[in-house]
């Protein structure tokens, strides 16, 4: 029975991985799950976008019913939300594009890439409704 223990190998517990409360959250991840994200925002607002389309094509009493949502103070929210969701994420894909070159890997480059996805989107989805804004005379 001695020998049967002693010639077992003994077991080493290793630690467990990491848990997401034991990282500091860096920059390049957050970008990460942003990227998804806005990928499932696109998703149901393109839904959205959609059924404004088939509203559309029903007739004008009923386009006139989806549009007045669509232009209602919580529709417009919708639809900034749903812009910069579209930038962001177009942004984040080029970054994703220059990584399939093989360039932009070092901690810097990727650091810097995330923060001008961040204020690129953002800078992006401000000319855009300043634009349609400006265009409609609401500024």
């Not at 990282?23 to 990460?32: A, F, H």
């Not at 949502?69 to 910069?84: F, R």
């Not at 093989?102 to 990727?110: D, E, H, N, T, Y």
């Amino acid at each position: 029975m001695a020998e049967a223990a002693a010639g077992q190998k003994r077991v080493v517990e290793r630690p467990l991985s990491p848990h997401l409360q034991i990282y500091r959250p860096l920059i390049n991840m957050t970008m990460s799950i942003m990227h998804r994200i806005t990928g499932m925002v696109l998703y149901f607002g393109t839904l959205l976008l959609a059924w404004w389309l088939i509203a559309a094509a029903i007739g004008p009493s009923y386009f006139k019913f989806v549009n007045g949502l669509a232009t209602s103070p919580i529709g417009l929210l919708i639809l900034l939300g749903y812009s910069w969701a579209l930038i962001h994420h177009m942004v984040g894909g080029l970054r994703h594009l220059l990584w399939d070159t093989g360039r932009g890997f070092s901690l810097g480059a990727i650091n810097l890439m995330s923060w001008l996805t961040i204020v690129g989107s953002l800078a992006i989805t401000a000319a855009l409704w300043a634009g349609i804004l400006f265009s409609r005379g609401l500024i």
